[in-house]
C-alpha cells in the first residue's frame, strides 16, 4: 500500500505537491476548506508575466492530481504528534495516520475594510484586487461603471503597514497593479489611470518590461505617494487624496473607480493551530521556516513541512517550484536519509 | 455611499456611557461663542431627563487651549487637568463629562500618557500635593458631553415638540455633521462610530428626523487650529480650510450644519460672513449662508425652546430660513431682546450675506 | 471690498481633474519616451545648469504631467546633452527639450 501524505490548503502549492508526490508513488490526501481546488489563482484571470490564464493552471494541476485523495469542504479538527508522525483528524470523522504532513495552507488576502479612510464597502466604487480579478473573469460588478474617465489604483493596502498589523511587502501587488491597469485600459482606451505607490517593487523576470510598457503604450501615471483619504461626491465619484512627493504637494483627483490592492496576510487561524502541535510562527504571524534561505519547505518539527503563502507572501512561480522542493524533501525525508 | 458598510464600522466604534451621575465640565469659550448651548445641557439632562449632572465653580481652564497655542508645557497641562480630576473625586463623582472637544482630547491624552508613563502620573500627583494638597482618582468613564446627548437621542426624539424635516414637503432635513478633531481623530476608539466616519452627530440627527450628507472634504478641520486663527498672520490659513469645506459642500443643498466642537461652529458660521465679503459667494439658499448650530441648540430646538432663548441672534448666519422650513414659531421682533427682555442693540447687516 | 487684514490663502494642491496636460500630451506624440521617465533625477543630478538655475529634466517632465508652466525651467538648459548620456531609460532628452520649446513658440 502507498504511503499517505496529508496536504493541508488545496490551493496550487498543495495541488502542485500532491502532483509531485503521486509522481514520487505516494498517495496524497488534500484537505481544503472550500468547495473547490486553486485557492486565490483560481479566482484570478489572467498570471503576469505572460499573461496566461490562470484557470489553465488550475485545470493543469487538477487533471494531475485525479489520483489523489482529495477531501472538500473538510477542516482540520485536530492533528496529534505520534512517536513516529501524526494522526490528522478531519471534520467529517476520518482520521489519517502519516508519517510526513505538508502546511500548504497560504495566506489570506487583507480585508480592506480596515483601512477605514479608503472607504471599502463604504462607497460605491471601491474595489479591491481580487474584485477586479473576478470582474475580469466575468463576475457582475456594478461597482465598476460602464464608461469610467479615471481610475485609480492604491498600492501598498495592509502591506508595509505597521498600523495593520503587517510589516511585510505583498511582493506581487505592484506587478498586479500594473497588469490590472494594462488589462484595464485596453477595455476602457478612455480612461486615465493612475497608480499610487511608495515604492515600485517590481523585482520579477519581465515586470520592468511592463512597467515600461504600462508608461509608454498606455499611458499609465504613476504617483508617488499613498493615498491618504477618499470621499465621496455628490456625482457618487470618488474624490482621493495623495502627496504627490516628487512635486512636495498636497495633491487630489475624482475618480470612478478605485482598486486597492489587498496585501497578503497571515492566517491567523494557521498561527493558533500551529501552536497545538508547536510550530514555530514567525514575527510577521506567518508560520516560521527553520530558516529562510536553505530550509524553506521544512518547519521546526520532524515530519512537517510547508510550501508556499502559508510562510510568507510568495509569487505564484515562487509557490509552485517550493511545492516541488518540499515533495522532494518530504520523500527524502520518508526515505530515512 | 453604502449605509450598511458605515453601520458596520459604527458597531466596531461603541463607547461605553454610563446613563446617570455625570460630573460635568464647561469650556473656556462656548459661553461667549453659543452662549445658551451649556445651559441647555444642564436644562435638558436635568429638568427634561432628570439625571443627576454636578458642577462646581472651582473647575477653570484644562489648559488645553494654551497647550495646543504651544504657550503651556504638557506637565503644566497635566497638573491643571490633576486639579479637575481632584474636584470631581472630593464631589463624588466618576463620570467626568467635558464639554469642550479639546479638553476632552486634553483628558484623554493625559490619560494615555499616564497609562504609557506611570512615573509621570506619579510625579504630577506629587506636583499637585505640593501646590494644592489635593488627591485624585481617575475618572472611571470619560464622555464628551455629546457623547450623552447621543445617549439619551431617542429619550429626546420621545419629548420632541418638533422634528427635523422640511413641514412643507415631509423630506428630512439635509443637515451636514461636523466632528470637533480633537474629538477622535487621536483616540478613534474614544469617539462614538470611530474618527472617519463618526456616529455621535449622525445618530442625534436621525434619530430626530433628519438625514445625514456625508461630502468629501467632511472629515476636514474647520481650520480653528488655535496658532491658525489666534496669530492674525496665520488667520488666513484658517479661513481657507473653512472655506474648503463649504466649496466641497456646495453641491449638496445642505440645509444646516451641526457641530460638537467649542471653536467649529463659530468658525463654520462666522467665516461665512468673510467668504461673502471677499468672493462674494453665500452658499444657502436666496444669498443666505447655512445655519450652523451646536447640537445643544439643535436639541433645544427639537424639544421647543424659543430659539432666542436658545441664543440663535447671535449667530452670524440667519437662522429664521431653518425655523421656517421646519415650521418652529418664533417673534421676530423678539430677536434682539435678551433673556431679561432688554434690548441687546442691533448688529449691523454685512452686505453680501443676507441676515436679519 | 473689505480689509480684514488676512485674505483666502491660494491652495497649493494640485487638482489632477484640472491640471491640464494637452501639453504633455502633444509632446508625448512627438517625444513618445518622455512618457518612461521614472524620476530617477539622473538628468537633474548631472545637469550642468540645475545647480544654478534649478533646470531639471525630471521637473520638466514632472510639471508638464501636472499642468505646470515650465518654461522658467526650460530656458536654462543649454542643450550640452549630458542629461541624455545618463537617462537609463534612453530619453532623448535633447529632442524632448527642443520639441518642448517649439510647443511654447
Known amino acids: ?337 | 455611499m453604502i449605509y450598511e458598510g458605515k453601520q458596520k464600522i459604527w458597531k466596531d466604534y461603541q463607547k461605553e456611557i454610563p446613563d446617570d451621575h455625570w460630573y460635568f465640565v464647561r469650556s473656556c469659550i462656548r459661553q461667549n461663542f453659543f452662549p445658551a448651548s451649556e445651559r441647555m445641557f444642564t436644562e435638558i439632562t436635568r429638568n427634561v431627563l432628570g439625571k443627576d449632572v454636578y458642577e462646581t465653580p472651582y473647575h477653570t481652564t484644562c489648559g488645553g487651549i494654551a497647550y495646543h497655542c504651544d504657550t503651556l508645557p504638557q506637565e503644566t497641562a497635566m497638573t491643571i487637568v490633576a486639579r479637575q480630576f481632584a474636584l470631581m473625586t472630593e464631589a463624588g463623582y466618576e463620570n467626568y463629562a467635558a464639554s469642550c472637544i479639546t479638553s476632552f482630547g486634553n483628558y484623554a491624552e493625559v490619560l494615555e500618557t499616564w497609562h504609557e508613563f506611570p512615573e509621570l502620573e506619579a510625579r504630577i500627583r506629587e506636583q499637585l500635593w505640593k501646590a494644592t494638597r489635593r488627591e485624585f482618582k481617575k475618572p472611571k468613564y470619560l464622555a464628551h458631553t455629546s457623547d450623552l446627548i447621543y445617549h439619551w437621542r431617542n429619550q429626546i426624539a420621545e419629548k420632541a415638540k418638533f422634528r427635523l424635516v422640511d413641514k412643507d414637503t415631509g423630506e428630512p432635513l439635509r443637515i451636514a455633521e461636523h466632528i470637533g478633531c480633537h474629538y477622535a481623530k487621536m483616540f478613534p476608539s474614544k469617539g462614538v462610530g470611530g474618527a472617519e466616519y463618526p456616529y455621535v452627530l449622525t445618530g442625534m440627527v436621525e434619530s430626530w428626523g433628519g438625514q445625514i450628507i456625508d461630502y468629501p472634504e467632511r472629515r476636514h478641520c474647520c481650520g480653528y487650529g488655535f496658532r491658525q486663527y489666534h496669530v492674525k498672520a496665520n488667520r488666513g490659513y484658517c479661513v481657507s480650510n473653512t472655506h474648503k469645506k463649504f466649496e466641497s459642500m456646495e453641491p449638496y443643498g445642505i440645509q444646516a450644519i451641526v457641530t460638537n466642537c467649542p471653536g467649529c461652529p463659530y468658525f463654520m458660521d462666522r467665516w461665512q460672513y468673510f467668504i461673502a465679503e471677499q468672493t462674494g459667494k453665500t452658499y444657502g439658499k436666496d444669498g443666505f449662508g447655512i445655519p450652523v448650530l451646536t447640537y445643544e441648540e439643535l436639541a433645544g430646538l427639537v424639544l421647543g425652546y424659543d430659539p432666542w432663548d436658545l441664543g440663535l441672534q447671535l449667530h452670524q448666519v440667519a437662522v429664521e430660513p431653518l425655523l421656517d422650513r421646519i415650521g418652529i414659531p418664533y417673534d421676530p421682533k423678539a430677536k434682539y431682546l435678551g433673556v431679561n427682555k432688554e434690548d441687546l442693540l442691533r448688529p449691523s447687516l454685512p452686505q453680501t450675506l443676507k441676515c436679519f | 471690498m473689505m480689509d480684514f487684514g488676512f485674505k483666502l490663502s491660494k491652495s497649493a494642491t494640485i487638482d489632477l481633474d484640472r491640471a491640464g496636460t494637452e501639453r504633455y500630451e502633444k509632446l508625448c506624440a512627438l517625444s513618445p519616451d518622455a512618457r518612461t521617465c521614472m524620476a530617477c533625477g539622473s538628468c537633474s543630478a548631472t545637469c550642468t545648469a540645475a545647480s544654478f538655475s534649478g533646470m531639471s529634466v525630471r521637473k520638466v517632465i514632472l510639471g508638464l504631467q501636472r499642468g505646470q508652466d515650465v518654461r522658467p525651467l526650460l530656458s536654462a538648459c543649454m542643450l550640452c546633452g549630458k542629461c541624455t548620456l545618463v537617462c537609463p531609460r534612453g530619453i532623448n532628452t535633447r529632442r524632448l527639450i527642443l520639441n518642448l520649446s517649439k510647443s511654447y513658440d
Open chain 1, 1 to 337: 500500500m502507498k504511503e499517505n501524505v496529508v496536504i493541508i490548503g488545496g490551493g496550487i502549492a498543495g495541488m502542485e505537491a500532491a502532483r509531485q508526490l503521486l509522481l514520487l508513488g505516494y498517495t496524497p490526501i488534500i484537505v481544503e476548506k472550500k468547495d473547490h481546488l486553486g485557492g486565490h489563482v483560481a479566482r484570478w484571470h489572467k498570471l503576469f508575466p505572460d499573461m496566461a490564464p490562470a484557470g489553465d493552471l488550475v485545470r493543469r494541476l487538477s487533471e494531475a492530481i485525479s489520483e489523489a485523495n482529495i477531501f472538500l469542504e473538510t477542516r482540520i479538527t485536530s492533528i496529534n504528534r505520534l512517536s513516529n508522525g501524526y494522526v490528522v483528524m478531519l471534520s467529517n470523522g476520518v482520521s489519517i495516520p502519516c508519517r510526513a504532513v505538508l502546511g500548504a495552507s497560504g495566506f489570506r488576502l487583507f480585508d480592506a475594510s480596515k483601512k477605514e479612510e479608503y472607504g471599502y464597502g463604504v462607497y460605491n466604487h471601491v474595489i479591491t484586487n481580487s474584485d477586479l480579478e473576478a470582474w475580469f473573469n466575468g463576475a457582475e460588478d456594478p461597482r465598476i461603471v460602464a464608461d469610467p474617465k479615471a481610475v485609480g489604483f492604491v498600492h501598498c493596502v495592509g502591506s508595509r503597514d505597521l498600523k495593520a498589523g503587517n510589516s511585510q511587502c505583498s511582493k506581487v501587488c505592484c506587478m498586479t497593479a500594473v497588469k490590472q491597469a494594462i488589462e484595464l485600459k485596453e477595455r476602457f482606451p478612455d480612461a486615465r489611470i493612475y497608480c499610487f505607490y511608495m515604492d515600485l517593487r517590481l523585482f520579477g523576470k519581465k515586470y520592468e518590461d511592463f512597467y515600461i510598457n504600462a508608461q509608454q503604450e498606455y499611458g499609465i501615471q504613476f504617483i508617488r505617494g499613498r493615498v491618504s483619504e477618499v470621499g465621496e461626491t455628490a456625482e457618487e465619484r470618488l474624490q482621493v487624496k495623495a502627496e504627490d512627493t516628487l512635486s512636495g504637494k498636497p495633491l487630489k483627483v475624482q475618480l470612478d473607480l478605485l482598486v486597492l490592492m489587498s496585501g497578503m496576510v497571515c492566517n491567523p487561524e494557521v498561527a493558533e493551530f500551529a501552536r497545538t502541535i508547536r510550530l514555530d510562527v514567525d514575527s510577521d504571524g506567518f508560520l516560521k521556516s527553520l530558516d529562510n534561505v536553505g530550509g524553506i519547505n521544512r518547519s521546526n518539527q520532524p515530519g512537517f513541512f510547508y510550501a508556499g503563502a502559508c510562510t510568507g507572501t510568495k509569487t505564484v512561480p515562487e509557490t509552485l517550484a517550493e511545492a516541488r522542493a518540499a515533495a522532494l524533501d518530504i520523500h527524502r525525508y520518508l526515505l530515512g536519509k
